[in-house]
């Protein structure tokens, strides 16, 4: 069955460090790539999507990702994070062969340091 | 206009009541969504509504009932809840239909409390 994991609960990070949030899917073929933003008690926004072509991906807010085919993982990356980076994310897959279902993984709160 | 208008944020109700969730957008989507988000969790898709009909209904009991009265708007009935269905509930729109398309534009939410 497909399936999406973001294999950390939780990340804390000083301001100013890097981040690296883990995505990896379980599916036969590249499906549709996205990364989600959840500040507290709001709804989500969209960070960035991978369908095809170029390999890394950029974002809103300074957001990266890269999409690692022998790997199945679409990584989210920032050089440098803000206290206002604190939310939770969400990686989720779209299925070429699913018209509207989004597979979501479990998400990731990031928790940032002063 | 670039957002998803929910109202209310906030809604307390009892077992035996009957009210409605409202979710608007004029950003000319031909999609729109109903998510239910429960605490620390993932949304889970309850409803799609493709150029106003309904396209996909993802097994949800029939104490929730949704309704698109024109392209702008959607609204989900809610009746006869029960405690476990307390939760955030989403709306969300998109322009296209169709995985492959979607910029899921959020709203901010409606957070239900059934006591």
């Known amino acids: 069955a497909q399936s999406v994991t973001q294999p950390d609960i939780h990340i804390t990070v000083s301001e100013g460090a890097s981040l690296e949030l883990r995505c990896n899917y379980s599916?036969?073929?590249?499906?549709?790539l996205f990364w989600y933003v959840q500040s507290p008690g709001q709804g989500l926004q969209l960070l960035l999507k991978?369908?095809?072509?170029d390999t890394l991906v950029q974002g809103i807010k300074g957001f990266e990702a890269e999409f690692k085919r022998s790997q199945s993982s679409f990584n989210l990356r920032k050089p440098s994070v803000h206290w206002s980076d604190a939310a939770e994310y969400f990686c989720?897959?779209?299925?070429?062969?699913?018209?509207?279902?989004?597979?979501w993984g479990a998400g990731t709160k990031l928790i940032i340091k002063p | 206009d670039t957002e998803v208008t929910q109202t209310p944020k906030h809604l307390v109700m009892g077992m035996t009541n009957k009210k409605s969730l409202k979710c608007e957008q004029h950003?000319?989507?031909?999609?729109m969504y109903w998510y239910k988000q429960k605490a620390k969790k993932p949304p889970e898709l309850m409803f799609v509504y493709s150029y106003e009909k309904l396209s996909i209904n993802e097994s949800v009991p029939s104490r929730f009932s949704p309704e698109c009265p024109n392209s702008s708007l959607l609204n989900l009935h809610l009746h006869a809840l029960q405690p476990e269905d307390s939760a955030l509930y989403l709306c969300a729109s998109s322009f296209g239909t169709g995985v492959q398309n979607e910029k899921l534009f959020f709203g901010s939410g409606t957070q239900l409390s059934v006591l």
């Open positions: 599916y036969g073929a590249t499906p549709y």
């Open positions: 991978y369908f095809s072509g």
């Open positions: 950003m000319g989507h031909r999609a």
């Open positions: 989720a897959v779209g299925l070429p062969d699913s018209n509207y279902q989004l597979i």
